[in-house]
């Protein structure tokens, strides 16, 4: 089993940046591709971005192409999600989710196998 804890979340304005952190519990981390999701309220869970297992395939969701980042340390156990050029639309709480049956990359919620407890973004106009 894996425990995922985000952190980094916080209140920006318009045009600033963020950097989440989501550190995973265990040691076979490198087992599964990761992803980041957000929540707005009302709103279903979105995919944002996601990394494969060794880091070298990422894939973005078209509202943050070009401005958000994911990266992964498997040494340090730890998903990271840079964002820049933040808009007011990116509120949201946002989750980590780990996949072990993921081959590559994945979009979809119910193939990811644990979640964190999600870090609030705020951006304020």
């Known amino acids: 089993q894996v425990q995922l804890v985000e952190s980094g979340g916080g209140l920006v304005q318009a045009g600033g940046s963020l950097s989440l952190a989501c550190a995973a519990s265990?040691?076979?981390?490198?087992?599964?591709?990761m992803g980041w999701f957000r929540q707005a309220p009302g709103k279903e869970r979105e995919f944002v971005a996601g990394i494969s297992r060794t880091g070298d395939s990422t894939y973005y969701a078209d509202s943050v192409k070009g401005r958000f980042t994911i990266s992964r340390d498997n040494a340090k156990n730890t998903v990271y999600l840079q964002m820049n050029s933040l808009k007011p639309e990116d509120t949201a709480v946002y989750y980590c989710?780990?996949?072990?049956?993921?081959?590559?990359?994945?979009?979809?919620?119910?193939?990811?196998?644990?979640w964190g407890q999600g870090t609030q973004v705020t951006v304020s106009s």
């Open positions: 989710a780990a996949g072990q049956r993921i081959r590559g990359i994945a979009t979809t919620v119910p193939i990811y196998d644990y």
């Open positions: 265990g040691r076979t981390f490198s087992r599964y591709a």
